[in-house]
């Protein structure tokens, strides 16, 4: 179990407080706090995502939650886990933290997730994806570990603000509230579970959804609403076993090659979905929507200089204009084998994933039922169990479909009082600051919002670049230090 960290040490904090002007903002706090401890903070943060946190090991995220439950305390915050009746131990909890504050007028809920996306340690460079490596990188360090930006750069900017604050002497002014959740990267399946069974704890003025990466130039977003997201495997079947491919072939149907052609079908050359109805429902931007994404940076030719990509999908369209729209998305594709171990065999079944990202006014439910029909108008018997072997005799193309339960897109409005606050309050932290209706990414925010009735907001810290959800994933040091400073204005938000 790696040790558990204190705020400060006495002699720190002494010099810590001396080197303070005397009207100190929190922005100022957070970043002489920072300064000052710069080195202990790291050492601190390696220890952090040092603990395994992925959903295969349910006994390492809740010795994360145990873990944070400890720092929260140290604080003197009210911390306890959170489940939910009849959920069995494997759920990873919520960890719930509080801080009253006297006569305070409103109540401010930080959100992050401790637990991070699956593990290749063969993909990695140093083959340990929990053995944090600080490497330069442009004359700038950065430290690589997974979950190091997805998302404990974030609870680790809250409770370091907390600290910063707490240094300074700079009394708050709400209330705050932390729910930090453990199962986010596998589609917070029960987190709405939770949080309703504890809805006299998570309510507020506003959520402050702390994830995902700031805008490419490294200019500070904020974000108000998310796409929603729906996952569907499909597997086509041919013939029950592998046949050779001289003999059976023109004969043998080709499960892979069925697959390719009905995947061909549901998209265009320039990416629009041909499903019938896809794009059904939409509710449109309004005004001030429209108007940040007009006023919104246009990186797309640094981004596709950055990925080497010679063409874009989108009719031409803006990435950020396209982040407001539906998505399908073909995210693996399997059938029989390749390289050293490839066969002249026609495979007996193909499968691939799709992820549907979904917009405020589709359904996941309604937009998976879009894509059932599609596949059966195609000629498919569709079935959502292993086919019997009459039901493929008795069928010329038998299509297995599993769907999982969705998450759907929520968007808060942008002149709602509170958010005027939160702009406020980071831009006296970050400067002038970009405003998005909508993230591409799916975070959980209408199960969020459906439990407490409260808006959200999504405030992110960490580099663009940092490889989330894959081999090698990083954080920019000077994100998470500037992501304390955010985090302490907000905290201290009148």
Known sequence: MPRIWTSVVPIALSVFMLSLPAQVTPTQAAHSYTTTHQADLLQQFEEFVAIPDVAADPTGLRRNADYLIGLLRQRGVKAQLL??????????????????????????????????????????????????????????????ARAAADDKAAIFAQLTALSALQAAQISLKANIRLVWEGEEEAGSTHLGQILAAHRELIGGNVWLVCDGPV?????QLLIFGARGDAHMQITVYGPDHALHSGHYGNWAPNPAMMLAQLLEGMKDSEGRVRIPHFYDGIVPLGAIETQALAAAPVNDDMLRQEFAVGQTSGGGK????????????????????TGAQATNSIPPTATANLDLRLVVGIDAKMQQKRVVDYVASQGYFVTSEEPTREERLGHAKVARIQIDAGENASRTPMDLPIAADVIRAVESARGKIILLPTSGATMPLDAMERASGSPSVVVPIVNHDDNQHAANENLRLQNLWDGVETMAALMAMP
Do not use: C
């Not at 290749?120 to 430290?143: H, L, M, Y």
């Not at 805008?215 to 200019?219: K, Y």
């Open 83 to 144: 489940s939910a009746p009849g959920l069995p131990d494997s759920v990873p909890p919520v960890v719930y933290g509080e801080l009253k504050t006297p006569n305070a007028r409103r109540t401010i809920v930080f959100y992050a997730h401790y637990d991070g996306q699956p593990v290749t340690p063969s993909e990695w460079d140093n083959g340990a994806p929990f053995t944090p490596v600080v490497k330069q990188v442009d004359g700038e360090p950065r430290i690589y």
């Open 215 to 219: 805008e490419q130039t490294r200019r």
């Open 318 to 337: 803006r990435l950020l204009m396209l982040d407001n729209v539906p998505t399908l998305e073909v995210t693996g594709i399997s059938s029989g084998q």
